[in-house]
């Protein structure tokens, strides 16, 4: 017996198309999970289906911002006997503005992609899932608890992740959905690769040193939410788990 496995387990990704979203099928389909891989590129979400090994994964192509469409096509990709053990939210935006910048529309912006698409899409498939037990992940940011310049709305958006899914994780704890969230520091993936740190020497060596295991790799969040979807984490929920390489411990 393998408390880790996910075999038998259908989970939806979001932001499976990139980075961390993809990292995470790969990691699910390697511990026998269905998948449901939701993204808005659709050659980049088959580039992803290409990277796994079982046949029954589906792809939804999808903008989660377009609330008004998404429960019909919700319905149409999640047959009627469907049933969903898992959802990690990896989809999401950055924004690195300096306060002066500051417009409420950017704002508005972010919240939409980060905030509402998420808690939106768990509303809509709370009667998918898995009555007996299901695990819902929200991909959040260190951003959520510590400061950065720049990063106010980004770091706003984040902590209304966190937030939100704790009290989620208690009004839903009777019907054994568990609720958590993931906190990274610095991932390497595509959504890094043109941050300002990365394109001057000086920047990079000055963010690095934050780092004391220098920065993450999108496997490094992969795993913890094939933990948290697994059984072997059957008694957590409402929590967070932070993973920046020790960021945040100094
Ligand atoms: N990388 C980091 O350092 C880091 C650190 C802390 C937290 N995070 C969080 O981790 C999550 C994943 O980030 P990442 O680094 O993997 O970023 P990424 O490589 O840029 O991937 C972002 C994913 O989100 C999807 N997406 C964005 N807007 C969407 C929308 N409106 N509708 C549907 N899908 C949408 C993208 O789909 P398309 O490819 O189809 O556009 C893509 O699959 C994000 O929530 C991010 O805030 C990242």
């Not at 019909?72 to 006997?81: G, I, P, R």
Request: hydrophobic share 40%; proline share 4%; charged share 20%.
């Amino acid at each position: 017996m393998n408390p880790f496995s996910l075999k038998n387990k259908t989970i939806m990704i979001t932001g499976a198309s990139s980075g961390i979203g993809e990292a995470t099928a790969i990691a699910c389909d390697q511990q026998g999970a269905t998948l449901l891989l939701l993204g808005r590129n659709e050659e980049r979400l088959n580039g992803t289906l290409d990277k796994l090994s079982n046949r029954k994964h589906r792809i939804l192509a999808i903008d989660l911002t377009e609330f008004e469409e998404l429960p019909e096509q919700l319905s149409v990709f999640l047959k009627d006997e469907l049933i969903i053990d898992g959802i990690v939210h990896a989809a999401g935006i950055t924004s690195t503005y300096p306060f002066r910048l500051f417009k409420p529309e950017q704002l508005d912006h972010i919240l939409k992609v980060n905030v509402q698409t998420a808690f939106y899409l768990t509303k809509l498939v709370l009667p998918k899932l898995n009555k007996q037990a299901s695990s819902l992940v929200f991909i959040s940011s260190i951003m959520a608890s510590v400061g950065e310049v720049a990063k106010t709305m980004y770091a706003m958006s984040k902590g209304a992740v966190s937030a939100g899914a704790k009290s989620l994780a208690i009004e839903y704890a009777s019907r054994n959905v568990r609720v958590n969230t993931i906190a990274p520091g610095i991932v390497n993936t595509p959504m890094t690769a043109n941050a300002t740190y990365k394109t001057n020497e000086n920047l990079l060596a000055e963010t690095l040193a934050k780092y004391p295991l220098g920065f993450g790799e999108p496997e490094d969040v992969a795993y913890s939410c094939v933990f948290l979807l697994s059984d072997a984490s059957k008694w957590i929920t409402g929590t967070e788990i932070v993973i920046d390489g020790g960021y945040s411990a100094k």
